[in-house]
């Protein structure tokens, strides 16, 4: 079963950058779909980016694309999210997660079910 932890969450004003990092461990990673989520105060979870194991397949919410990108080092185990042009409405936790069967043939939001436990991204204003 795989395991993961974020890293690289903390204060940062509007308009500028953060990178998130997430380390797994256990389960062969260069197999499985991985992806960001947020949750917002208040709010439910949100899907924010994926990436498969097929590679160059990578996939955004619309309210972050063009200022995410999602990236993976099957090597290294880890996935990352490099988030540009923060605004505050990107406040939130974000959690990054794994779909644990290995090679799906579809990416899709309802098959992550590893979780991380979260990093905190704040974005003043």
């Known amino acids: 079963q795989v395991q993961l932890v974020e890293s690289g969450g903390g204060l940062v004003q509007a308009g500028g950058s953060l990178s998130l990092s997430c380390a797994a461990s256990g389960g062969t990673f260069r197999d499985y779909s991985m992806g960001w989520f947020r949750q917002a105060p208040g709010k439910e979870r949100e899907f924010v980016a994926a990436i498969s194991w097929i590679p160059g397949s990578t996939y955004y919410a619309n309210s972050v694309k063009g200022r995410f990108s999602i990236s993976r080092d099957n090597a290294k185990k880890a996935t990352y999210l490099q988030m540009n042009s923060l605004q505050p409405e990107d406040t939130a936790v974000y959690y990054c997660?794994?779909?644990?069967?290995?090679?799906?043939?579809?990416?899709?939001?309802?098959?992550?079910?590893?979780w991380g436990q979260g990093t905190l991204v704040t974005v003043s204003s």
């Open positions: 997660a794994a779909d644990p069967e290995i090679r799906r043939s579809v990416v899709a939001a309802r098959y992550f079910g590893v």
